[in-house]
């Protein structure tokens, strides 16, 4: 296999059998254009995820480190455990659902500016409008979203690419942390509730976050929140509005979008791939990986795995071999016979908005539905999910019709 089609725009559009070359024929793949160890298998990427002390997440200091500042998400160490203990608990469970609220409330102020039109842009009038105004509204920020939403996507652009967007994307970073500079102060005034000041409090083994630590976390929540669970949210709109029977199903039990979120982010996941380092020589497949190689995980190609799920390339909210309720951090499900979609990650970085990114995409889209009506594909001839960067794949712009009756 050549390298060359993971760069071309048939890769892009339709990367499925691409994927299935790459699982059958060559596991273990290197592209020496990117310079970096392919692996497209379920238990591969699986392995990559769950093994720490050999595939380390370092590779993160030369992305978002480098825009927001260094955080947990590039640590291997002890220091990842003590700061996602401070960080993670306001993203799950009981404290989450102090949240469920303002979700709502950000919803409906987005869901009344397009209600009673009968053709809605589903990407730019919603999706990609709530995940900013959630996680800023969480923060405690205050002010323009139009603002909050283009430093996001500045700081999205600075990851990678060139020094110019780099530039850009450090800017927006300072410009996000002059604004929230106010909220470190009086963290330990308890009238307080914001996650600033409840991170700011928190300690954990005698550690407290530094306010450099606290701003360039907050910068990462931005980054992760802001652009993953729009895709997510226009994705799942794709897939159930191509799925007549699922989308009769949907509105009848609206409580399907359950189903319909964990399904997606099996069969059309926003995050596509990650990447690591080797911390030492490392056998995978036959072949001896050097110390300090990248390794690129797909969890996209790892979704439609036949091994672990059949007839793999189908959208099925009912499908029986996999974990269709909340996503776990060690994977699988209680049900041995399901296994979970990796769209998450695994293991010791599991995505700590996970729960979060769940309610406001099911949430949104319940709301939508009771407000708007009926929803239907605008135009049948839009395009589906494309992959977007190295790691991101989505629907760009979805044309949706409500019908009352
Ligand atoms: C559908 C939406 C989302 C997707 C697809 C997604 C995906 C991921 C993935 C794949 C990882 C693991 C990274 C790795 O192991 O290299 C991750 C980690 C992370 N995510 Fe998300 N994410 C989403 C939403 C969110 C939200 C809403 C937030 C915050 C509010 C968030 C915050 C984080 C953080 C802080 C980490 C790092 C955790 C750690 O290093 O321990 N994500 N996410």
Not at 75 to 91: L, N
Not at 164 to 192: Q, T, W
């Amino acid at each position: 296999m050549d390298a060359s089609i993971l760069y071309s725009k048939e890769y892009r559009e339709k990367p499925e059998p691409i994927w299935e070359q790459m699982r059958n024929d060559h596991p273990l793949f290197y592209d020496e254009i990117g310079e970096i160890w392919w692996l497209t298998r379920y238990d591969d990427v699986e392995r990559v995820f769950t093994e720490h002390e050999l595939f380390s997440s370092s590779t993160y200091e030369l992305t978002t480190g480098q825009v927001v500042g260094p955080t947990l998400i590039s640590r291997d160490d002890y220091g990842h455990v003590v700061r996602r203990s401070i960080v993670a608990p306001d993203f799950v469970g009981k404290r989450l659902r102090t949240y469920q609220g303002l979700i709502e409330e950000c919803s409906r102020e987005l869901i009344a500016n397009f209600e009673g039109n009968q053709e809605v842009a589903l990407v730019r009038e919603f999706s990609s409008l709530l995940p900013v105004d959630v996680i800023s509204s969480m923060l405690g920020m205050v002010g323009d979203g139009h603002l909050f939403r283009q430093w996001v996507t500045d700081m999205i652009m600075g990851l990678s690419g060139s020094a110019e967007r780099r530039k850009k994307g450090l800017e927006a970073n300072a410009a996000f942390c002059k604004h929230i500079a106010p909220l470190l102060d009086d963290v330990d005034d308890s009238g307080r509730i914001d996650h600033v000041a409840k991170i700011a409090r928190a300690e954990v083994d005698g550690h407290r976050l530094t306010e450099q630590e606290i701003s360039a976390f907050c910068g990462l929540l931005f980054i992760a929140g802001g652009e993953t669970t729009d895709k997510a949210i226009a994705n799942m709109w794709w897939n159930v509005l191509t799925h007549q029977e699922t989308l009769e199903r949907v509105k009848k039990d609206p409580a399907l979008w359950g189903n319909a979120f964990s399904e997606t982010m099996r069969r059309t996941p926003p995050v596509i791939s990650e990447d690591r380092f080797t911390s030492q020589q490392v056998e995978i497949h036959g072949v001896e990986i050097p110390q300090g190689s990248r390794v690129r995980v797909c969890m996209g190609a790892a979704h439609l795995d036949p091994t672990v799920f059949q007839q793999p390339d189908e959208f099925d909210i009912f499908r029986k071999d996999l974990n269709l309720s909340k996503e776990l951090r060690s994977g699988g499900s209680k049900d041995p016979r399901r296994s979970g979609h990796l769209g998450f990650g695994l293991g010791k970085h599991f995505c700590i908005g996970y729960e979060l990114a769940r309610v406001e995409s099911v949430t949104g889209s319940q709301m939508i539905v009771e407000r708007c009506g009926s929803p239907e594909l605008a135009d049948f001839t839009q395009t589906g999910p494309v992959i977007q960067g190295n790691s991101f794949m989505a629907v760009r712009e979805l044309r949706v019709r409500f019908n009352r009756n």
